[in-house]
């Protein structure tokens, strides 16, 4: 496979990852508030780890779960999250963490090993921040939509908790949150 063909190929596939979940159908519904809970305690552990392919299916899964004001604030925090992160990686002059970063969204199978993409970390960067930005508007928008009060409240916990945490604050979510 040429490698143009390569890079168009992983770039639909990242589009799939970052825009296809809301076409994944909704799991079984939970017994139990805690369960539901559970993903985003693992999304948690994930933006932690800094796996945010992982960050994002757990989120959504809980949009699609258990959809409220809050659940579509916290995919779109982990949306603002992947964004954070990216800027900071640029900013440290970091592209090969970059890299890292698209193949996290954009693989995930066995076959990566026998065939791993080549990606220009720079321009990664570029598909992967206008992407989350356009999802975190939209999933913002959503929440908004739900309860604007109580999205305007999380959004301060937000702020407060990237003010606290200036150089890492994608790493977590703020504790009032009780992921």
Known sequence: MSRFRRHCCHALALAVILFGFSLLPAGPAQASSEKARDHLKRAKVYLAAGDYRRALEAS?????????VESYVYLTYVYHAIDGYLDSLAKADR??????????LATGGPQDLTDPPDVLARIAKEILQGSVQRQADISAAMATKLDKAAAERLWVQQAAWRKAKPDGWWEGVPGEWGW
Do not use: G, M, T
């Open 60 to 68: 959504q899964r809980e949009v699609n779960e258990a959809p409220s």
């Open 95 to 104: 592209w090969v963490a970059v890299e890292h970063l698209y193949l996290n």
